[in-house]
Structures are given as C-alpha cells and as structure tokens.
C-alpha cells in the first residue's frame, strides 16, 4: 500500500492533483471537482489538527470492524456514504479549493509522521502514523481516480 510519507507518491499525488481542472468530470457520485477538493482538505484536518474531535458512538461500537479497509491494498468502492461533516454541498471556487488542498499535502508531507494524528480518528480511533500516511493516500487516490487523474 502506498503511503503519503513517500516521496515517490507524494510526488504521484502532488502531479496528479496538477492535472485537475475545473472542466474535470465525474465518473461517479454527485461532488462536483470544486466539492471533491474542499471535501478532501476537510478530510486532512483531521491527522493535521490540535483540536481533539469527539469519538463518534457509532465508532466505538463498529469502526474498529471497518478501520482497515481504510489503508489496506483493496480500492474503496465506488459511491460509499460520506460523513455528513465531509459533505461540501455549496458551490467553490476551484482554483481556492486546488491551491489550499495542496498545501495541505505539503504540510502533511513536509512536517512527516511525527507530526500527524495527534488525537483518535473520530470514527476509527487511533491510528499510527503508517495508517494515516496508507488511508490519507488511499482517500485521495479514490477521489482523483474519481475525476479521471
């Protein structure tokens, strides 16, 4: 499994995410490129943040049986739920959204495993810093697979 603290694939990530434009389309869901963009840089806030986010309910009872498919070598399916928290439903401007979810992999790169998941996964609980390089790749790889990078 691919882990976002290569660089190889920091690399891999960093040209794919070059190839979007605002004319990219969808090859499943409903996001709109603009929506996929501010949808993953909501998913990095988590490893990145300070903030202690509460423990889902559901997640402490089932998250445990669901937390490996998030950075094994299996690919997520195709129109899997979204957290509500993670659902961007308004409009945004496409090169914001681009420029900010880039440098949000940059710090999540460039400030390496020590610096990352500093609190539980609300819904998964703790991960080490390995898991959080494997899904936060697996998360985005989903996403640009999605809009044809």
């Known amino acids: 499994m691919k882990n976002l603290f290569d660089k190889e694939t920091y690399t891999e990530i960093i040209n794919r995410i070059s190839k979007l434009t605002p004319q990219s389309q969808r090859q499943w869901g409903k996001m709109t490129v603009s929506q996929m963009l501010a949808h993953c840089k909501e998913a990095f806030t ?3 943040s300070d903030k202690k986010l509460p423990r ?15 950075y094994n070598d299996k690919p997520w399916k195709r129109n899997l739920p979204t957290a509500p928290n993670f659902l961007i439903k308004d409009d945004r401007d496409f090169e914001k959204e681009k420029l900010e979810l880039t440098e949000l992999i940059n710090q999540f790169y460039n400030g390496g495993p020590a610096n990352v998941g500093k609190f539980p996964h609300p819904m998964f609980g703790t991960y080490t810093s390995e898991q959080w390089g494997k899904s936060m790749y697996k998360h ?6 999605q809009f044809g990078v």
């Open 46 to 48: 988590v490893p990145l």
């Open 56 to 70: 889902i309910f559901m997640g402490r009872l089932i998250g445990w049986a669901f937390k490996k498919m998030l």
């Open 140 to 145: 985005l790889d989903h996403h640009f697979t």
